[in-house]
Nanobody
Framework: QVQLVESGGGLVQAGGSLRLSCAATGSIASINAMGWYRQCPGKQRESVAGITRDGSRNYADSVKGRFTISRDNAKNTVYLQMNSLKPEDTAVYYC??????????????WGQGTQVIVSS
């Protein structure tokens, strides 16, 4: 079994910063891509940023230049540094990982979500 555990969400004023972390634990053989998604009430979940195992990154246009995704492969952990936060960044943020388990099953794993609230 594989679990993704997120941390680092909270309440911050506009212009502030937060750093989200997501650690994958369990029967993991390897993790390929990892990423962050977010969902606002009444809206679909959207991709925020992604990173491959070799460090290639991609970002949603709305966060380019403000958010930075990184990962520590040795710790099976992905991070999202969020700077210059705006009220429209308010959402539940979810971690995602493309996991190969020890019994060679390949699947998408999701975290439980962490709330980010940006006040104006």
């Amino acid at each position: 079994q594989v679990q993704l555990v997120e941390s680092g969400g909270g309440l911050v004023q506009a212009g502030g910063s937060l750093r989200l972390s997501c650690a994958a634990t369990g029967s993991i053989a390897s993790i390929n891509a990892m990423g962050w998604y977010r969902q606002c009430p009444g809206k679909q979940r959207e991709s925020v940023a992604g990173i491959t195992r070799d460090g290639s990154r991609n970002y949603a246009d709305s966060v380019k230049g403000r958010f930075t995704i990184s990962r520590d492969n040795a710790k099976n952990t992905v991070y999202l540094q969020m700077n210059s936060l705006k009220p429209e960044d308010t959402a539940v943020y979810y971690c995602n990982a493309d996991v190969t388990s020890l019994n060679w099953k390949v699947f998408d794993a999701w975290g439980q979500g962490t709330q980010v609230i940006v006040s104006s």
